[in-house]
């Protein structure tokens, strides 16, 4: 059995309305889930190991879902070779609440345009919840929109950043030319 523990104001979002996520959760997998509305505590059982690496796709899915993206884009992590990545924001601000809130506007940008764009250019998804940004998407995605977030990070000027972006995604679409 699998514990995790998600923000309680995301516990409704990974129930669904009438249940109908986490219904489309088990059916896909085969996992059932236990869940604490109180807590937050998730527990993962899986009784029937058809596929071993389920219960650990079904952990990252409940984590994406308590990390803010929608339960339609958590979904693309049961696809094989996709992936989660947490950062920390506090791993490059310290403790400081204000430098937080300033690299967490950085990385949303006027209106969204920041985020969205790494988003459309690195045909990742990206969610910025809390202290933490994640990234869903395959290796070379993750790792264009990875590169982007830490340029932001770093201080790197928006105009900069966005160059990169679109240099990158041309990388992006030879791999997925060679994997047709």
């Known amino acids: 059995m699998i514990s995790i523990r998600i923000p309680q104001d995301r516990i409704g979002v990974l129930i669904g309305k009438n249940g109908e996520t ?25 009784n029937s190991p058809k596929d071993p ?3 650990l796709k079904v952990r990252e899915v409940v984590r994406a879902i308590g990390r803010g993206f929608s339960p339609e884009r ?43 764009l790494i988003e459309e250019l690195s045909e990742s998804y990206v969610s910025i919840y809390g202290n933490t940004v994640s990234i869903i998407g395959d290796y070379i995605q993750m790792e264009v929109s990875r590169e982007s977030i830490m340029m932001i990070l770093r201080g790197n000027q928006h105009g900069t950043v966005y160059k990169y972006l679109e240099r990158k995604r041309k990388d992006i679409r030879l791999a997925k030319l060679d994997s047709v």
């Not at 997998?29 to 236990?34: A, I």
């Not at 696809?79 to 791993?91: A, C, F, N, S």
């Open 22 to 46: 986490r219904s489309q959760i088990e059916k896909i997998s085969g996992v059932k889930l236990e869940i604490d509305s109180e807590t937050g505590d998730v527990n993962l059982v899986d």
């Open 53 to 55: 690496e389920m219960p």
């Open 74 to 116: 958590a979904f693309r992590l049961f696809d094989t070779g996709v992936y989660l990545e947490i950062i920390d924001l506090k791993d490059y601000t310290g403790k400081n609440s204000k430098r937080v809130k300033t690299v967490r506007s950085r990385l949303i940008g006027t209106r969204g345009k920041t985020r969205r």
